[in-house]
């Protein structure tokens, strides 16, 4: 029996790094060893006081119930404690911060929630494809914007004024910047919050490698007025 998967999965394709894993696999298979450079995943095991503290807390009996939706409140308040130590950014533990599994299901869920068919988001070209494929699942449509040398692997702001933003209601930026590594420009959140608050553009901010190779950590929701 063929049953058809939900059309909403049409031209989303695999992950990129399933398949790129699955060919270096096979690379590897053959005798062609690869050094895989590709994804960031931890080499050395946690901290052993963390694997204590885990082991310990899954030996208790008494621990073993689902969690609140948002997640136990002394880890959203260690959460927010962290943000304000790294980027002077008060948020409230209560309603501003969400655990998740990892920033795959974040982005996903921030497309489901503010896009669907008829909406548009802008992408980063290069970026972090998974992007693409959260804005194709919620039914709307990306819209690439090109970093390019030239502009620095910046957006160019002036080239994007010129374009229709009408149905723009989303964008993605993600600074430290993969794949190219480039930090955020001095200003640059500034103007990206000023161009989001000028066309109505909700601006999400993915920021997985604010701490490596990284002097300056910086958040988007520091620039005042990026919270309004
Ligand atoms: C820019 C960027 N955002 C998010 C992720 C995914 O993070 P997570 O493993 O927490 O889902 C990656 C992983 O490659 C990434 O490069």
Redesign the pocket.
């Known amino acids: 029996m063929n049953i058809s998967t939900a059309t909403r999965l049409d031209g989303i394709g695999e992950y990129y ?1 399933s398949k790129k894993l699955r060919e270096i696999e096979a690379l590897n298979r053959t005798g062609t060893p690869v050094i895989n450079l590709g ?2 995943s931890p080499d050395g095991p946690p901290h052993p006081d963390v694997v204590a503290a885990l082991q310990a807390q899954a030996a208790r009996p008494d621990v073993h119930a689902y969690q609140g939706y948002k997640g136990v409140p002394a880890l959203r308040e260690a959460m927010a404690a962290w943000y304000a130590r790294s980027y002077s950014v008060t948020l409230d533990p209560s309603v501003e911060i969400l655990p ?8 996903l869920h921030a497309c489901m929630t503010w896009l669907g068919p008829g909406d548009e988001a802008l992408v980063p070209n290069p ?2 494809p ?1 992007y693409r494929s959260a804005v194709q699942l919620a039914g709307a449509t990306c819209v690439d914007y090109l970093l390019t040398e030239e502009s620095g692997w910046e957006p160019d702001f002036e080239a994007l004024e010129r374009r229709d933003l009408s149905r723009v209601k989303l964008m993605w930026i ?1 600074y430290p ?2 794949p190219t590594g480039k930090l955020p420009s001095e200003g640059l959140f500034e103007k990206l919050v000023a161009f989001g608050k000028k066309h109505g553009i909700l601006i999400c901010h ?1 920021n ?2 604010s701490f490596i190779l990284n002097e300056k950590p910086q958040s988007l929701l520091a620039v005042p007025g990026a919270m309004d």
């Open positions: 790094f994804i960031g998740l599994i990892g920033s795959k299901e974040g982005i970026g972090y998974t993600n910047h993969m993915d997985p490698y």
